[in-house]
């Protein structure tokens, strides 16, 4: 689903104003359209069934108890910890330049559609792949970011990449705006996967990067993907990005059908990731009692809003079929 977090919020008000208006309709002497109403129905029930989602996700997260890293079991598990960077070096996020060992980006341009509607559309999103480790100082495991859902909040905002410009007001069409999130060396995460035993992922790790960034330069296609201020060559930014890419990749290749090995230096042999049966992958630096918080605010809107819009329209579809009846 490619609903983004306010969307996701908004969606439940926009429906209930639909309801309102064929209320107000009905009581002013007109009426809902049937296939109004059996669509605005359906989507009741979508939104009911959304927010029971929602609250198996909460109980999930609460019934799970905060593990000890070092007396880890294999499976879906929580812990919270300080967030370390594998390696001397940390990350370098690609717009904002802070040190970090997680970064999520987003890049969007504001477009003016038809009867003058504007909006900000994605044009370009992606994060680091690059393992990191989470210490609660009982003991230290591998967190694998990839593929989990990303629950930070935008520390970044600039309309250029280097960030030497706010967003501009009045905004224009083709103005540019550049987002990031990120997780800094030493700060506290939470962190909700499935633990499981780490691959060897040695080799010539260098080499094998470079020459995947070196493939994906002189490939027009991969230019296209990575050019993502359209102006047909890959600056400063978009190259690190390119190479970031092509670390997650040779990581995630380096990590898949090999030999385990636990002298690997600075790695641990067990890694969180997104599991193969339980999907649920979550990486925040909230707490536990802050990310159930907010499930269960947009719990209780959507059951709520899917009950009440269920309920009205079904009274709705049964006053036009005995109007018909009558006729």
Not at 184 to 207: H, R
Not at 255 to 278: A, F, M, R, Y
Request: with cysteine; hydrophobic share 35%.
């Amino acid at each position: 689903m490619n609903f983004t977090k306010n969307g996701l919020m908004i969606i439940p008000a926009i429906i209930t104003i639909i309801i309102f208006t064929g209320w107000v309709n009905m009581f002013t002497g007109g009426s809902m359209q049937p296939i109004t109403s059996i669509i605005v129905f359906g989507l009741g029930i979508w939104l009911f069934c959304y927010g029971f989602a929602l609250l198996n996700r909460k109980r999930l997260i609460q019934n799970i108890p905060t593990s000890k890293i070092n007396s880890l079991a294999m499976g879906l598990v929580e812990i919270q910890g300080r967030c370390f960077p594998v390696t001397d070096k940390p990350l370098i996020a690609p717009y904002s330049q802070k040190e970090c060992v997680f970064y999520y980006f987003k890049v969007q341009e504001y477009t003016r559609g038809s009867n003058n509607h504007s909006s900000w559309q994605t044009i370009s999103e992606g994060s680091s792949g690059m393992p990191f480790y989470v210490d609660d100082d009982s003991g230290r495991v591998l967190i694998d970011p990839t593929k989990a859902e990303i629950k930070l909040e935008p520390r970044y905002i600039s309309s250029t990449p280097d960030g030497k410009q706010n967003i501009p007001l009045p905004l224009s069409s083709g103005a540019m705006k550049y987002i990031e999130s990120f997780i800094v060396p030493g700060e506290s995460a939470f962190v909700l996967g499935t633990a499981k035993e780490i691959k060897d992922c040695s080799g010539d790790y260098t080499k094998k990067v470079a020459q995947q960034v070196t493939d994906w330069y002189y490939n027009p296609e991969k230019q296209k993907e990575f050019d993502i201020n359209r102006d047909g060559d890959i600056d400063k930014q978009e190259y690190i990005l390119m190479k970031e890419k092509a670390e997650k990749s040779v990581i995630q290749k380096e990590l898949k059908d090999i030999p385990i090995k636990n002298d690997l230096v600075g790695i641990s042999d067990i890694i969180i990731t997104k599991g193969e049966t339980e999907k649920t992958f979550i990486l925040s630096n909230e707490s536990e009692k802050t990310i159930v918080s907010k499930i269960g605010i947009k719990t209780t809107l959507y059951i709520w809003s899917g009950i009440i819009i269920t309920l009205i329209t079904l009274i709705n579809i049964c006053s036009f079929l005995l109007k018909t009846g009558k006729k």
